[in-house]
């Protein structure tokens, strides 16, 4: 990136952007080259801030929750990466009724702060998200959930910025969820949603959240740097039985290897690259199609460009 454009960023981002910033430090992944510009946003005025900037400049715009749900290759992440994951931070409740509410979150609230406030207050019906890290920003754009749950179930509303600045918001009824993503105008930026929950017993709340928190930990690789699911299940099988079935689970590449407990998961062993984990997904791939004739979809997302191969010019 160009030094007077660095310059530009720095004066309105005061200590707020960081150059040349390793997205391994930022992912769950802990894999990830470099974003030229990294800015967290704290609020509406600096995202538009950012947007314009991207635009005065040219430089392209990735957006980032927390990290968790994505795998970033090698090269890093030219022009501009915005996240979510340090501002935007408010929750609330729109309306309330005897039975049920509405409650609000901003795009950067942790998915696990915003289900604590709901169980605390007696709202049910977001349990299922318990255990999935990230911001309801990422859980949105992802339609995160499980197999009988999705954000898709509970979103009511949801307010985004088009990259020219405007506000946008959108109801349920014209909310395209889909298999973990949601369909928004390109560029679009997730700020705020609303979101359905009915009254209940905090402590059977709780527990509902316990129950499933417990089931995780002893299904998924939890200890070690990963990004959740890497693959999207096929319609009526699991990606986890189809690449056990096809001998892979515990297969290495470089510093990452399919986890020995949940074959869904890629773990980040000793120092990974994406290419190694990229590598793996690609033998999952080759091998559930060779052993069950079925092509699995990527739930991650593939972000950035790749290194440079050594040698070259
Ligand atoms: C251990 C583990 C368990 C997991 N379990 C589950 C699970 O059960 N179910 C499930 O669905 N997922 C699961 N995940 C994946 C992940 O936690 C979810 O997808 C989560 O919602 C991602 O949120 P994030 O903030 O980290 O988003 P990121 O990973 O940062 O981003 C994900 C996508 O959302 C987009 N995005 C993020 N914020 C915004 C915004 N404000 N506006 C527009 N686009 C945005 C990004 O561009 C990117 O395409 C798991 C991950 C881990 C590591």
Known sequence: ???AVKRIISDRFPGEALFDHPMARITSFRVGGPADCLIYVRGIEDLRAAVDLAR????P??????GTNLLVRDG???GLAISFAKGFRS???RREGERDAVLWAEAGVKINSFLSYAQRGGWAGLEFLAGTPGTMGGAAAMNAGVRDREMKDV???????TPDGKLKTVARDALVFRYRGLDLPAGAMICTMDIAVSRDDPAEIKERMTALLSRRKSSQPLSIPNAGSIFKNPPGDYA??????????GIRAGGAAISELHANFIVNLDGARAEDILQLID???AGVQASAGVDLETEVRVLGVDAPREGAA
């Open 61 to 66: 715009v990735t957006l980032l929750g927390a």
């Open 56 to 59: 005065a400049h040219d430089l």
């Open 76 to 78: 890093g992440i030219p």
């Open 283 to 285: 033998w999952a791939r």
């Open 240 to 249: 986890a039985r189809l690449i056990e079935q096809s001998g892979l689970k």
């Open 155 to 161: 979103a009511l509303a949801l307010t985004f910025m």
């Open 91 to 93: 929750q609330g409740i």
């Open 1 to 3: 990136m160009d030094e």
